[in-house]
């Protein structure tokens, strides 16, 4: 069975500051991962996703990711970061089950607080 | 708005009772899924149905069910309700049985405080 680790809970950085969150997925074969993110009293919201070719993706407000197949990664990173990106973040893994769409497994969250 | 609606927004209910939660998908799209979200356990995967028919099955209760119904919306119903049950119930559509994996609309979720 698949599953996705983020080794940390709690991240604080300075606004303006550099970001990586780290996802560490195990999965049998080529996964179908991504990151989600959920503002507070808010449901998730896909940042963005990666299937396949480049392995560096960009997303949506300014985030992107890198998958590493040798290292089982697929980190988050974000060059600087706003007030505005406090939130909660979340790595998934997807499985796929010969042509249907199963639920995504995710991490346990990655809590980001910006310092002014 | 991801278009995504979820009823009720809060519910506060009795050990022992019993409940239904309400999900309108994204226009157009037929799968809905089911999670539950917990600070002990995270987010986790309940249940997802496509075009009425379940599709597949996560980590849910026997207590727990859910359907859904030809006008795509879904129904997760929730007995015999526990303590432990308190959670944040997510719902979320997707548009295609294999174009958009992993591609999920949320809704804002249904928190259910089981008393």
């Known amino acids: 069975a698949q599953s996705v680790t983020q080794p940390d809970i709690h991240i604080t950085v300075s606004e303006g500051a550099s970001l990586e969150l780290r996802c560490n997925y195990s999965?049998?074969?080529?996964?179908?991962l991504f990151w989600y993110v959920q503002s507070p009293g808010q449901g998730l919201q896909l940042l963005l996703k990666?299937?396949?070719?480049?392995?560096l993706v960009q997303g949506i407000k300014g985030f992107e990711a890198e998958f590493k197949r040798s290292q089982s990664s697929f980190n988050l990173r974000k060059p600087s970061v706003h007030w505005s990106d406090a939130a909660e973040y979340f790595c998934?893994?997807?499985?796929?089950?010969?042509?249907?769409?199963?639920?995504?497994?995710f991490g346990k969250g990655t809590h980001l607080i910006i310092q002014p | 708005d991801s278009g995504v609606t979820q009823t009720p927004k809060h519910l506060i209910t009795a050990t022992g009772q019993r409940v239904t939660l309400r999900c309108s998908p994204r226009?157009?799209?037929?799968?809905v899924y089911w999670y539950q979200q917990s600070l002990d356990q995270g987010l986790q995967f309940l249940i997802q149905?496509?075009?009425?028919?379940?599709?597949a099955k996560g980590n849910i209760l026997e207590r727990f069910s859910a359907q859904q119904f030809p006008d795509l919306h879904s129904e997760l119903n929730l007995s015999s309700l526990e303590l432990g049950d308190s959670a944040l119930y997510f719902c979320?559509?997707?548009?295609?049985?294999?174009?958009?994996?992993?591609?999920?609309?949320f809704g804002e979720g249904s928190r259910l405080t089981v008393l």
């Open positions: 999965y049998g074969a080529t996964p179908y």
């Open positions: 990666y299937f396949s070719g480049d392995t």
């Open positions: 998934a893994v997807a499985p796929y089950s010969g042509g249907g769409a199963d639920g995504l497994t």
């Open positions: 149905y496509y075009n009425g028919e379940e599709r």
């Open positions: 226009s157009g799209d037929l799968s």
């Open positions: 979320a559509s997707s548009g295609g049985s294999s174009g958009s994996i992993g591609e999920l609309f």
